[in-house]
């Protein structure tokens, strides 16, 4: 069950990123950005009625007020990557979080990285190059110079560092907590400090119309249900199984790119996303 529970995660958060981009060509990103949070807020709130409140220690605390600054940055990078450029070019550059937290990882962590971690390195480079080796036929490194010049692209590879912070700062809150805790009550308080940053960019003031309702309603709900079955999975596999297969949802995101948004390029885009997957897929089960 958690292999379905897992890939359900992946598409759920696949099908919130494309429905955020659809909404975001015609919305501000930081309200769209906050919407989001706001109409998955009563899941996170339920839930909390429905388990247990852990003993919550200073390094549970340090864990998570360091993190949430760097959560809040990443939201906004993500959200702004997601209006500015391709979704299919966008997306599989997520993978390249375990590349940064090998650093990270051991820093804060202590954990260090095994041969096949090292291969999967190599082929998540590999795959960010072949996002764009349709410029290849002009230079050896115009694929490279390609990742740079899309703004979208650069924003999501910070995004990708941000993370490999904030997820190796999640992982010591949730073992000073519990996962489904550490879930709920991190995005509550997340909704709680963004929501002044969201009334600022939009002078003051937010109105959330008739017709925004519905499709703000979809992400909220697809969000949401992500997160559930995030923790439903995460209960029953270990961490690195589980993490591997939702980052399928780096492919989807290119079906969607192509399905709904007309993307091209998506054959070499599909390529380089697996190449990306595979590796990542090395590194986390060898962590």
Excluded: C, Q
């Excluded at 109409?39 to 340090?62: C, G, Q, R, T």
């Excluded at 590879?157 to 993370?163: P, Q, S, W």
């Excluded at 969607?256 to 091209?264: A, D, I, N, R, S």
């Amino acid at each position: 069950m958690w292999i379905i529970y897992a890939l359900l995660t992946a598409i759920l958060l696949a099908t919130s990123d494309a429905l955020t981009k659809r909404i975001l060509a015609s919305g501000d990103e930081y309200f769209v950005a906050w919407a989001r949070l706001l109409f998955a807020l009563p899941v996170f709130l339920v839930s909390l009625f429905f388990i247990e409140i852990p003993h919550l220690n200073k390094d549970f605390w340090l864990a998570t007020l360091i993190a949430l600054p760097f959560e809040i940055v990443a939201m906004i990078l993500y959200t702004k990557a997601l209006k500015s450029s391709p979704i299919s070019l966008t997306m599989p550059f997520l993978a390249l979080t375990p590349l940064f937290l090998i650093l990270a990882s051991y820093l804060i962590l202590g954990e260090k990285v095994s041969v096949s971690g090292g291969i999967g390195i190599i082929l998540i480079a590999s795959g960010s190059y072949t996002l764009n080796i349709h410029k290849m036929r002009h230079s050896l490194f115009e694929p490279l110079k390609a990742v740079f010049s899309e703004k979208g692209s650069v924003m999501m590879i910070a995004v990708a560092l941000i993370y490999s912070i904030t997820s190796s700062l999640g992982k010591m809150a949730i073992t000073n907590s519990s996962p489904v805790f550490f879930g709920s009550f991190y995005f509550i308080l997340m909704t709680i400090l963004f929501t002044p940053i969201a009334l600022n960019k939009n002078k003051g003031k937010i109105i959330i119309t008739r017709k925004d309702i519905l499709p703000l309603a979809v992400i909220g709900v697809t969000y949401s249900l992500m997160i559930i079955f995030h923790m439903l999975a995460m209960s029953l596999a270990k961490v690195a199984y589980m993490i591997s297969v939702k980052r399928m949802s780096l492919l989807f995101s290119i079906l969607y790119g192509h399905l709904l948004f007309k993307e091209e390029k998506i054959a070499e885009r599909t390529f380089g996303g697996i190449l990306m997957f595979i590796g990542f897929v090395l590194i986390v089960l060898s962590r």
